[in-house]
Nanobody, 124 residues
Framework: QVQLVESGGGSVQAGGSLRLSCVAS????????MAWFRQAPGKEREGVAF???????GYSGSVKGRFTISKDNPKSTLYLQMNSLKPEETAMYYC??????????????????WGQGTQVTISS
């Protein structure tokens, strides 16, 4: 059974930085596509950053150049470094796994397993 546990959320001022972590267990972590999504109140969950088994990455246009997704395979941990944060990026951030070697898509429906989320709040 796949388990994903996020941490690292918190409150920062606009322009600040946070690093989120997601520890995975229950499957061969290094061989699957992983991603970070976020969901603001009243909005749909959206994909933010993606990384496949080969380490290839992709980002949504709104975060490209400011966010960096990475993974530490021996530690089965996924990271999201977020810089220059904006108030409108206040949301619950979720770690997700697509149990395929390469990311099959970037929508919620393309991912099989989810963490419980970690709250990120950015004040102006």
């Amino acid at each position: 059974q796949v388990q994903l546990v996020e941490s690292g959320g918190g409150s920062v001022q606009a322009g600040g930085s946070l690093r989120l972590s997601c520890v995975a267990s229950g499957y061969t972590y290094s061989t699957y596509c992983m991603a970070w999504f976020r969901q603001a109140p009243g909005k749909e969950r959206e994909g933010v950053a993606f990384i496949d088994s080969d380490g290839n990455t992709g980002y949504s246009g709104s975060v490209k150049g400011r966010f960096t997704i990475s993974k530490d395979n021996p530690k089965s941990t996924l990271y999201l470094q977020m810089n220059s944060l904006k108030p409108e990026e206040t949301a619950m951030y979720y770690c997700a796994a697509d149990l395929r070697r390469y990311c099959s898509g970037t929508t919620v429906a393309d991912f099989d397993s989810w963490g419980q989320g970690t709250q990120v709040t950015i004040s102006s």
